[in-house]
């Protein structure tokens, strides 16, 4: 006879843990004098952006309120801090790569309106950033423009844009690029009258990116994982990159290391910036975290922005210094081009898309 | 269970323990897990058959498996001749020898792989003479064998060593003594003992290979088709914020590991009992 088991142990562990479970959390933060905390969810290139703003606003913040303000910031891949923010992480403010990711945030968890774009100025982007080349010291191959990407001999280094949202940048810059090749005016492709030509340059610019990543050896899962690649290992002869990333890897491993390169065409990346209405609600900081957001659009947000290798969208109020590191270049817009981040994720990055397309069957 | 309860253990607590157990497994394996299939259900059957059997997950798949199988098919060579060494013998340098093996555990994966790559990558110092025999280390099926063989390697060694231990050098002794050749000794004593610790070194290391992550993104080049691993795509497809998809691959991964550790669990019963019965 097997021993009876005593239910009221496991009915007393059950309570024990559910009240574990409960404590804590509802504290509400009350507006005014008191201290403040702010949690700013953001992406992996903003640590030391943010870094030197969230000092600044505090200060700043201070003067104006009298009120202490401590920042608290998040920084992981923009898709996994989106994800993370969706289950439950409760950010007051979110600063992503993508205005895909905080998408997914409004309309799976409905934690902002739909239309949280149009609530700051630039499309919620303070600062933007291009992707442009980098390639070895001196440019060996004479890479000057995504056709030479294709070349036979020139070997690109990228991450995976199914992992990586950097990369999804880095494919549509190129895309964009084969399509303004083609129709000489990217305009044509709002114009009905022109749908044939249009479709026509679709299908060659879905073949130039096809030989691109034909050329790509090794696809990391991240951003960070490719620089590894081409800057230590030494695989590879050009590889896109964020401007500002690009930047910081010159500044990190010396000017005789690398040269950047910027090519005729890129696209505008806008990563953007939004208040978290329901986190933010909850914990009473509304008020703060809509001025932490705008202040990001003064004259001295946008002096830190140039700073550390982000193009502000108010250039007159950045150092002339600054401003002089970011060479002219044609850029593109994902709206105005791809009809916006939902349906290039639809189109190129979602399976069975495009970029999935060009790998099957396998070589 | 029944087994010692009958006997009315001289240790006191079995429900509590029972309970405690039951409670425990089930907050931290059980109910996580089955969130999994919960997950994986919103696909429905035909969804879910859609997606394990796309190409690109049944490519990812046969890799995780296949290099997961290698890496623990060698550590289970390697792995009993280093715990065999560690066991026997004694030498200079041994703890620190014994201490070397817990390594794997204890760096994080993101290290090792990185640390890996540089050393099998086209310029390193491994990949440089295997190029040159024509053998690509980094950025192929081989370079997420090796990451697995090494993320392996602890699971094998600490199991064995125990078993080899427990070994009774009297066994071997009298077979000398009885005119076995040493190799025969070998096969037909020492084998049998630590088969089933064998085997269950073997599992654990292909259970971990197969879930791998952090080491071996940084050493597989992540090409579709050719060296993407199984839970790559398990990131890819929550990238796109597709849940469910993530956990089918999830679920499959689960079943055939579940499936693997059942089947060697029973091959140790059946290991164990021969052993006792030719012993």
């Known amino acids: 006879m097997i021993r009876r088991l005593d239910p009221s142990w496991l009915l007393a562990a059950v309570l024990l843990l559910g009240s574990l479970g409960c404590g804590g959390g509802g504290e509400q933060q009350a507006a005014g004098r008191q201290p403040i905390t702010l949690l700013n969810v953001s992406y992996d290139p903003t640590r030391e952006l943010y870094r030197d703003y969230n000092e600044a606003f505090a200060a700043h913040w201070l003067k104006e309120t009298g009120q202490t303000v401590t920042l608290e910031m998040s920084h992981g891949g923009a898709g996994k801090q989106a994800r993370a923010v969706i289950d439950g992480l409760e950010a007051d403010v979110v600063t992503l790569a993508l205005a895909y990711d905080i998408d997914a945030i409004a309309s799976r968890a409905q934690l902002l309106p739909a239309g949280w774009q149009a609530r700051l100025p630039h499309n919620s982007a303070p600062y933007t950033s291009t992707i442009v080349f980098l390639v070895r010291k001196g440019n060996p191959l004479q890479i000057r423009d995504w056709d030479d990407l294709v070349r036979p001999d020139v070997a690109v280094i990228t991450p995976n844009p199914k992992t990586s949202g950097g990369a999804r940048w880095n494919y549509l810059a190129a895309w964009a690029f084969a399509l303004k090749r083609e129709l000489g005016d990217l305009s044509r492709l709002q114009d009905p009258a022109q749908a044939d030509a249009v479709a026509a340059a679709e299908v060659v610019a879905r073949r130039f990116v096809t030989d691109l990543f034909a050329r790509v050896p090794v696809l990391d899962s991240g951003a960070r994982g490719s620089t590894n690649t081409f800057v230590q290992r030494q695989i590879g002869d050009v590889l896109l990159a964020w401007e500002n990333e690009a930047f910081l890897a010159v500044n990190e491993l010396g000017p005789d290391v690398v040269d950047i390169v910027v090519p005729s065409l890129s696209i505008l990346a806008e990563p953007s910036v939004a208040l978290v209405d329901v986190f933010a609600d909850k914990h009473g900081t509304r008020a703060v975290a809509e001025a932490y957001l705008e202040w990001l659009y003064s004259p001295t947000g946008q002096r830190i922005a140039a700073k550390h290798y982000y193009r502000p969208v108010d250039p007159q109020h950045a150092d002339p210094a600054d401003l002089a590191r970011f060479p002219d270049v044609e850029l593109v817009k994902i709206d105005e081009v791809f009809g916006g981040w939902a349906n290039a994720q639809r189109i190129h990055f979602d399976d069975g898309g495009t970029f999935d397309q060009i790998y099957v069957p396998g070589p | ?279």
């Open chain 2, 1 to 279: 269970m029944a087994f010692l309860a009958r006997r009315h253990s001289v240790l006191p607590g079995f429900g509590p323990t029972l309970g405690f157990s039951f409670l425990y497994l089930s907050l931290v394996v059980l109910i996580p897990l089955s969130l999994l299939f919960f997950r994986s259900a919103d696909l429905g059957w035909g969804g879910f058959w859609n997606v394990i059997t796309s190409p690109r997950v049944v490519a990812a798949c046969r890799l995780s498996f296949g290099a997961a199988f290698a890496g623990a098919a060698v550590n289970a060579v390697c792995g009993l001749v280093v715990a065999w060494t560690l066991v026997r013998y004694r030498f200079p340098g041994q703890r620190l020898l014994d201490a070397v093996i817990d390594l794997p555990f204890a760096l994080p994966t993101a290290v090792s792989g990185i640390a890996l790559t540089t050393l099998y990558a086209p310029t390193g110092w491994l990949g440089r003479p295997l190029d040159a025999i024509g053998l690509k280390g980094a950025f192929s099926p081989l370079g997420v064998t090796i990451a697995l063989t090494f993320i392996g390697l602890p699971f094998v060694v600490r199991t064995l060593q125990p078993a080899l231990e427990d070994l009774d050098l009297d066994q071997e002794e009298a077979a000398a003594v009885l005119g076995a050749s040493r190799w025969r000794t070998l096969r037909r004593i020492v084998l049998p003992a630590i088969t089933p610790a064998l085997l269950t070194g073997f599992a654990l290391a292909f259970a971990r290979g197969l879930g791998e992550y952090g080491s071996v993104v940084f050493i597989s080049g992540n090409m579709p088709m050719r060296t993407e691993i199984a839970p790559l795509l398990i990131v890819a497809k929550l990238e796109q914020y597709d849940y469910a998809g993530a956990a089918a691959i999830a679920v499959l991964l689960l079943v055939a590991s579940f499936l693997l550790l059942l089947t060697i669990n029973l091959l140790q019963r059946w290991s164990g009992r021969r052993h006792m019965r030719g012993a």
